[in-house]
């Protein structure tokens, strides 16, 4: 999927600088391990690290529209699915290729179209391109904002970017500060779209092209949203359609010179996905199965507990699954000692540059990409189908619905995730109640409406937009961040903006016609998968019950107390004991969604400002 980097100053020749600029490449290396390049002019580095996908020999970046410099340069990340339409269109308007990458095509899309090429794309991707005739960079980012791209104006009137904040950080003129609003974003489970945590340091938005020139911003445009249409499919129709899309989706999806395979949980998403996917292959004559991959913990059938959140076991509907679709099934079994071992938390944390994880959810990720990795470079995944169907449990509780803040604050409140934030002061301190809700009202306020929609069809879309602008934001990031970690690539049909933008303006009503959560995915899915797949109940990512990884994590809090640590800046040790002195075994009970992940994040910020040499400004 590749890394990118880059800086931009009108104000100094550039090319004394390529040391800096190489250090800030080289932080992408996970991302990129198969080659890296760096491009230099006067004002202006491109750097770029590469995964190989397509055209493995002729699609090394920087890339450059002119042997000579004169026309667009680009450094790329991503894949943009439709490229040989692309390509087959720019090659009739005369246009000359060189390699056969995804890459090359974006760059003369450019040269065509100027920035309104952005418009043409499907795909996951960020990218940056000088262009040497107005020396004007451009970033651009895909819809639904599947890969990261962030930027850091300097002090001089530059622009340092990077795939990931540990790109800019590299750079001597970027600090590693945190303030108050910073320490907002990490604890208030809001992700803002743009914020980025670090003082000085913005995300670009999804669906949007920034154009930085010698005065700065130029301009910020996005080139698609979500907007609101009348739906006119009846049902049947409606079905049929979302089950076109995915096969057409999940098809485009499959293209790669390297090896291909699926995360299966068991779920309805994967599930879907990798029957899809093996359907896809052997319509294409591929002799070989699809491998599916799948996580869980030793011994959790046995100690599995039913609760809100997780109704049964996964592995054993993965199991069956991958016999229905005849795919090669590889289950990894994890336990306490593999979650917290010191080495895979670090790389978690350091491949998120925050502290923003869901605990063991993160690390048992890390785990499973790794043995992906090992047998593949890309990977499908279920990842945003709840959010657009509404499989969540806040989707079909009222409470959630009705609670006038965002709908997954509510599993955070009830299982004691938000009581505990209170319990160690950081909810009160950091003014977490107006922060939120400040948040809440400007989401709200962009919310795409139906001039003759109301009650619980004009909420229900309310609670969409939510989902898929903010939480689904941050579970992409996390997915993006913890695979590439590992140097795998991993697509996200559900993401495809066509399917967003049909799903999206489905009436509530159809979207639960029998009653249930995702309806109508289950009802486009029929035939395809297992029926006991299709009706079984929708269970969040795994998570460990095991008692003793609550024990490990209180053991580690105490530690850091004994230490006089970092995390004392913002909670005291008196706050931190009140939390410690709560029964053991308390916190295990709604896993991640519960104070347990308070203890998570106490313990992942205080490595955050060990490992990043964080200064806190409160």
Not at 103 to 114: C, F, H, I, M, P
Not at 382 to 393: H, P
Request: charged share 30%; net charge negative; aromatic share 8%.
């Amino acid at each position: 999927m590749c890394g990118l980097a880059g800086w931009v100053s009108h104000q100094r020749d550039l090319t004394a600088y390529e040391d800096m600029a190489e250090a800030m490449t080289h932080t992408m290396e996970c991302r990129g391990p198969d080659a890296w390049g760096l491009w230099t002019s006067p004002h202006a580095i491109l750097g770029h690290r590469r995964l190989a996908i397509i055209d493995l020999e002729g699609g090394k970046q920087p890339m450059a529209a002119a042997e000579d410099d004169s026309l667009p340069v680009i450094t790329y990340t991503g894949e943009v699915y439709n490229f040989r339409e692309l390509r087959e269109e720019l090659e009739g308007l005369g246009h000359q290729f060189r390699t056969t990458s995804d890459t090359e095509v974006v760059l003369r899309a450019y040269v065509e179209w100027g920035e309104h090429f952005a418009e043409r794309l499907n795909g996951i991707y960020a990218f940056a391109i000088w262009d040497p005739r107005t020396e004007e960079l451009l970033l651009v980012r895909d819809r639904m904002g599947v890969k990261p791209l962030y930027y850091y104006p300097t002090a001089d009137g530059g622009l340092l970017f990077a795939s990931e904040p540990k790109g800019i950080l590299a750079h001597e003129d970027a600090e590693a500060v945190v303030d108050a609003d910073g320490l907002r974003e990490v604890f208030s489970i809001v992700k803002t779209p743009g914020h980025a945590v670090f003082r000085g340091m913005h995300e670009v938005l999804p669906a949007t092209v920034m154009r930085f020139g010698r005065e700065g911003l130029i301009s910020s445009r996005r080139y698609w949203e979500l907007t609101a249409r009348p739906h006119t499919d009846d049902l049947d129709a409606t079905v049929a359609h979302v089950r076109e899309l995915l096969e057409d989706i999940v098809e485009r999806q499959l293209v790669a010179d390297v090896t291909v395979g699926t995360l299966l949980s068991g779920g309805l998403d994967s599930s879907a996905v990798t029957a899809l996917a093996a359907k896809a292959l052997a319509k294409q004559g591929v002799e070989q199965p699809i491998r599916a991959f799948s996580v869980d913990f030793k011994g959790h059938e046995e100690r599995f507990e039913s609760n809100v959140q997780w109704e049964d076991p996964d592995t054993p509907f993965a199991v069956e699954v991958a016999k229905h679709v005849g795919a090669e099934h590889i289950i990894v079994e994890l336990d306490n000692a593999d979650i917290l071992d010191d080495e895979v938390r670090e790389t978690v944390l350091r491949a998120q540059d925050l502290p923003v994880s869901t605990g063991d959810m993160e690390y048992s990720l890390l785990i499973l990409c790794r043995a992906l990795k090992e047998r593949m470079t890309v990977a499908l995944s279920g990842e945003a189908a709840d959010e657009l169907f509404g499989g969540y449990t806040w989707f079909h509780d009222k409470e959630a619905v009705e609670n006038g803040s965002f709908p997954w604050h509510h599993p955070f409140e009830k299982a004691g995730g938000i009581g505990a934030l209170r319990t160690v002061g950081l909810w009160d301190r950091l003014g977490l109640d107006e922060y939120v809700k400040e948040r809440y009202a400007q989401a709200l306020e962009e919310v795409p409406r139906l001039a003759d929609e109301s009650g619980l069809e004009a909420r229900m879309r309310e609670v969409t937009y939510l989902n898929l602008t903010r939480w689904e934001n941050f579970l992409l990031d996390r997915k993006d961040r913890i695979s590439m970690a590992v140097s795998l690539e991993v697509r996200v049909p559900f993401t495809d903006h066509r399917l967003v933008e049909y799903v999206y303006n489905t009436p509530w009503a159809m979207k639960t016609f029998d009653g249930r959560e995702k309806s109508l995915l289950r009802a486009a899915m029929r035939g395809v998968l297992p029926d006991s797949v299709l009706d079984r109940k929708k269970n969040p990512y795994p998570s460990t019950q095991d008692r003793k990884y609550e024990l490990a994590l209180r053991e580690r809090v105490e530690a850091l107390l004994t230490e006089g640590a970092p995390v004392l800046q913002i909670v005291s040790e008196e706050e931190v004991r009140r939390l410690l002195d709560v029964p053991e075994g308390s916190y295990n009970v709604g896993g991640p969604w519960s104070a347990r992940a308070v203890l998570e994040r106490l313990i992942e910020f205080n490595a955050w400002v060990t490992f990043y040499g964080v200064r806190v400004e409160l």
